[in-house]
């Protein structure tokens, strides 16, 4: 966890980056923006960049978002300065907190920021067999492939094997390539020089250089298209890498670690993915099953939740009742662990008594696990040329009379609904790519439909 701090923070710099470091942060200093915005540029990244109140807060946000710069902005201020707080909130700022600051909310912060989820929570044999084999080539500087379902858990396997390597001590850094827009994905991940295309109002350092000594992660690199495929495979093989707009080349030291919830095999066949980059990224492949194939971690990481989401809303912990734990084995789990996490920080708020029973299981419709799809059970015995014809007649009923946008728009967004706001699962299941998603999902949101945001806790895709 890397923690820029801008400013003096009213006479408290000291105390907060004392909490800061006792809580595992790595803690770093700029006096004014302009010296922040030279830091980040320069490849001395930040997860975190706390800001004095007394400072420009929205000149900072604004800058950080004209170049591009992802980092989340709290700020810090006097207790009772309730004005410049919500002057702070309104530019932009995501947290606002009181100074002197105090141990547990400074750590509270830099919790939700971290998004790795600490440990990895493994008691099944089918995962802790992954697990082994991640611990034994992790000391290695091979590049490792990542697949499984959309939710396993990949990015929490990354960045244990990266807790494991010998580049421990040396930054981590995690890479969306579905999340970012294609023009912009290469100066994320190679930088750019000042003035190398409209908006290059600085050089930037990008991915590969900021990760030097370390380990980058490439998720969802599938996404990635081909073309720049082609540059990240020269990376990977001789170590050097190109800033757009740049005249010579630069060279990085690091581990390259990628993730997929797709058939990579399949991808490359079909023309979608360079075959030689697989190779290069294919030499060890760590396979996550799904969690419904590991029942064992269903009630182990249930009852982490279950112990996480008890404290962060101030409650007793609380057990589950047996006929529960049942129906948590049960289920499928089409999220798998990203469902499961929201299932039970629903469970804890719903429940009632001193124990967590199967009432205040529910999915994201209000449905208990027993009477939702997906739960095992067997469904009645129907003639299957009736339930066809019954199917078939409804969905006519149903398209009569509407547009095919209509349907389309419809389908789109139920199907998100479905998934708890997961995108890249929403698509895998519409059989469309996550950039086609996310432009319909724009345009519908444009339009003023409702979206279902992303599912909130670890960012386990």
């Known amino acids: 966890m890397r923690l820029l701090i801008v400013g003096t923070l009213g006479g408290q710099l000291a105390v907060a980056s004392r909490i800061a470091m006792d809580r595992g942060a790595s803690v770093a200093h700029a006096d004014t923006v302009e010296i922040a915005l030279k830091t980040l540029r320069s490849g001395r990244g930040a997860d975190l960049l706390m800001i004095d109140v007394g400072l420009d807060v929205g000149d900072l946000v604004r800058k950080l978002e004209l170049e591009l710069i992802h980092v989340p902005v709290v700020a810090c201020g006097v207790a009772n300065d309730a004005r410049a707080a919500v002057g702070a909130i309104r530019a932009g700022a995501k947290e606002y907190i009181p100074l002197p600051p105090d141990p547990d909310l ?104 900021e990760a030097d000594g370390g380990t980058l992660l490439l998720d969802e690199i599938s996404e990635m298209d081909l073309r720049l495929q082609a540059k990240l495979l020269r990376a990977i093989q001789e170590r050097i890498i190109d800033r757009v707009g740049g005249t010579r080349p630069v060279p990085v030291d690091i581990r390259i670690l990628a993730t997929s919830n797709r058939n990579m095999a399949e991808e490359a066949r079909a023309g979608r993915f360079r075959e030689d980059l697989l190779y290069r990224l294919n030499v060890v492949n760590l396979k996550i099953p799904p969690l419904r194939d590991r029942p064992a971690d269903v009630q182990a990481l249930a009852d982490h939740f279950l112990d996480r989401y008890a ?28 469902e499961l996490e929201n299932c039970m920080h629903r469970a804890v708020l719903l429940a009632s008594g001193d124990v967590i029973d199967l009432d205040a ?20 015995a129907r003639d299957p040329a009736a339930r066809a014809a019954e199917t078939a007649e409804a969905v006519t009923r149903a398209l009569v009379g509407r547009t095919v946008a209509d349907v389309e728009r419809e389908l789109i967004l139920e199907t998100l609904g479905s998934t708890l706001g997961n995108r890249t699962h929403a698509a895998n299941i519409l059989g469309i790519s996550i950039r086609t998603l996310r432009n319909k999902l724009k345009e519908y949101g444009d339009d003023g439909f409702d979206i279902t945001p992303p599912g909130g806790g670890i960012e386990a895709a």
Not at 118 to 126: I, N
Not at 314 to 336: D, H, I, Q, V, Y
Not at 366 to 379: I, K, S, T, V
């Open 106 to 209: 400074i750590a509270a912060v830099l919790a939700a920021v971290a998004e790795d989820g600490g440990d990895l929570v493994v008691r099944d044999e089918a995962m802790a067999r992954v697990v082994r084999l991640a611990d034994q080539v992790a000391p290695s500087d091979a590049s490792i492939l990542i697949t499984g379902e959309s939710g396993t858990g990949k990015e929490v396997l990354a960045r244990h094997v990266h807790r494991k390597s010998n580049r421990a001590s040396k930054p981590f850094i995690a890479v969306n390539c579905a999340a970012i827009p294609e023009a912009l994905l290469e100066s994320e991940l190679f930088g750019h020089e000042k003035g190398a295309f409209t908006g290059a109002i600085a050089r930037r350092i990008g991915k590969f250089e």
């Open 361 to 380: 299981v529910r999915t994201p419709d209000g449905l208990r696990l027993d009477e939702a799809h997906g739960d095992g059970a067997p469904a009645p």
């Open 311 to 338: 404290k962060a809303n101030g409650m007793k912990p609380r057990p589950l009742s047996p006929e529960a734990r049942r129906e948590l084995t049960r289920f499928r789990w089409p999220g798998n662990v990203r």
